[in-house]
């Protein structure tokens, strides 16, 4: 009696030391998981902006920075998408590209208008000087 007692007392033991050890395991896959995903997301972070970055070295670098940015923007801010995600940082660099490029669209059309219309132009100008 005393014998198995003992061996019942043990294989208890015995199982409460592997329920111990399959929960840490599962506590170890979860974190493990977790981490996985945070690297994943941080990669394509990363190589989101070194693309940016390399790309806006040139002219035409900036305007595919910036429509790349923009899908970042509309995808990943506003649709919810967090792999690719702009930062506040990013956002405030967006605002001033759009900005710029705004004022650039402008002072081309301006730039046509008086190429297009150059006696005419100036004869506005003189006319509004002196007026």
């Known amino acids: 009696m ?3 007692l003992a061996a019942e007392q043990e ?3 015995a199982l409460e030391v592997e329920k111990r050890k399959s929960a840490s395991t599962d506590a170890q896959k979860k ?3 977790e981490v996985k995903k945070v690297a994943v997301k941080a990669t ?3 190589v989101l902006r070194i693309i940016n970055v390399s790309f806006a070295a040139t002219v035409v670098g900036i305007i595919v920075t910036y429509i790349i940015m923009t899908v970042q923007l509309i995808v990943g801010n506003l649709f919810g998408i967090k792999a690719i995600e ?3 940082w990013e956002v405030v660099i967006w605002v001033f590209l759009s900005i710029a490029i705004l004022f650039i669209i ?3 059309v301006l730039i046509l208008v008086i190429v297009a219309n150059p006696y005419e132009t100036a004869w506005e100008a003189f006319k509004s ?3």
Request: aromatic content about 14%; glycine content about 0%; proline content about 0%.
């Open 11 to 13: 294989n208890s033991r």
């Open 44 to 46: 394509k972070q990363a």
């Open 31 to 33: 974190a493990i998981d």
């Open 106 to 108: 402008i002072l081309f």
């Open 2 to 4: 005393a014998l198995t």
């Open 86 to 88: 702009l930062e506040i």
């Open 129 to 131: 000087w002196w007026n």
